[in-house]
């Protein structure tokens, strides 16, 4: 079945993903959702954009909360600000909480629901979109993230994975990479260390019954 044949997935399903795959599964697979203080940091820096409006900034035409799509990657969502160059061309700004100086690969879930948006923004108007902003409130800075073609085939492949959960209807393992645990609102639900522990075993079990050489 092709992309276009299945139900829009919301940008935010390819952030989670990228960031984390069981996070990803437990929101948009169980439909479970919890709030802590950066979830709740998080929703209080959206409210800023989150009212649609257009205003003219610096020359420029600003979009807020602006609905973006892509038909063929069947893709749906929402950019918190789009800022329109004179010639059309849009530039997608998408706000975070917290701070730019992030470690890299927890930033790279970022930068693929940035370039998302960037290739919906593509499709809607026709125009490149050679690179977006992520905007940190903490710190008050951009970091410009450009829309490199590596970039793009990483949204697509991550919309595929993510389809690809939904439609076998397992939930992912929980990742290694615990620093991203500790922040997360859904670590109770997800129970890493227990689940670690319990497959720890099983496997330790298995290693006991392995034949000799």
Known sequence: MNAEDLDPLPLSALQHWAYCPRQ?????????????????????????????GVEIRKGLRVERA??????????????DVVEFEPDGTPYPVEYKHGSRHKAADIAA??????????????A???????EGALYYAASKRRRIVPITPALQQT??????AVRA?????????????????????????????????LHGSRDLRADLFLPED
Request: hydrophobic share 40%; charged share 20%; with cysteine.
């Open 24 to 52: 990803c599964g437990l929101i948009h697979l169980e439909q479970a959702f919890d709030d802590n203080l950066h979830t709740l940091r998080g929703q209080a820096v959206h409210r800023q954009v989150d009212q649609p």
């Open 109 to 122: 879930a970022d930068d693929v629901q940035l370039a998302a948006q960037a290739l919906c923004l593509a």
């Open 155 to 160: 949204v697509a492949g991550t919309a595929a």
């Open 66 to 79: 602006l609905p973006v799509w892509h038909d063929s990657l069947n893709l749906i969502g929402k950019a």
């Open 124 to 130: 809607m108007t026709g125009r490149a979109v050679p």
């Open 165 to 197: 959960m939904l439609a076998s209807g397992v939930l992912p393992a929980p990742i290694t990479d615990t620093r991203r645990c500790h922040g997360c609102s859904l670590r109770e639900r997800c129970q890493p260390e227990a689940w670690r522990q």
